[in-house]
């Protein structure tokens, strides 16, 4: 299963900005699908995720109300609405996913979109 992101770029801070991920493949079920970042110097995080079947996703303290994930799961696709962007957000942004293919459980990642807030 291939993820691909797009949606990146350079902004200002208190700016926002959508990022799009298109998962590819032969999907079966997606179990989960959403976001990771990494910083310059800092380890992978989790931002954002969204799980199948509930109404609910999980956020990082650091972006909760400002951040938002959803899916559109009849073009398995996810998307993180990012508004008050602040220079702590610049980073790689990676799409995630899990689930069931046609070869089996899945675990993929996109190839990553950098996010840059000027202050």
């Known amino acids: 299963v291939q993820l691909v992101e797009s949606g990146g770029g350079l902004v200002q801070a208190g700016d926002s900005l959508r990022l799009s991920c298109a998962a590819s493949?032969?999907?079966?079920?997606?179990?989960?699908m959403g976001w990771y970042r990494q910083a310059p110097g800092k380890q992978r995080e989790l931002v954002a995720m969204?799980?199948?079947?509930?109404?609910?996703?999980n956020y990082a303290e650091a972006v909760k109300g400002r951040f938002t994930v959803s899916r559109d799961n009849a073009k398995n696709m996810v998307y993180l609405q990012m508004k008050s962007l602040k220079p702590e957000d610049t980073a790689v942004y990676y799409c995630?996913?899990?689930?069931?293919?046609?070869?089996?459980?899945?675990?993929?990642w996109g190839q990553g979109t950098l996010v840059t807030v000027s202050s």
């Open positions: 969204s799980i199948s079947g509930s109404h609910s996703a």
């Open positions: 493949g032969s999907i079966s079920s997606i179990n989960a």
């Open positions: 995630n996913a899990r689930g069931y293919s046609d070869h089996g459980a899945f675990g993929s």
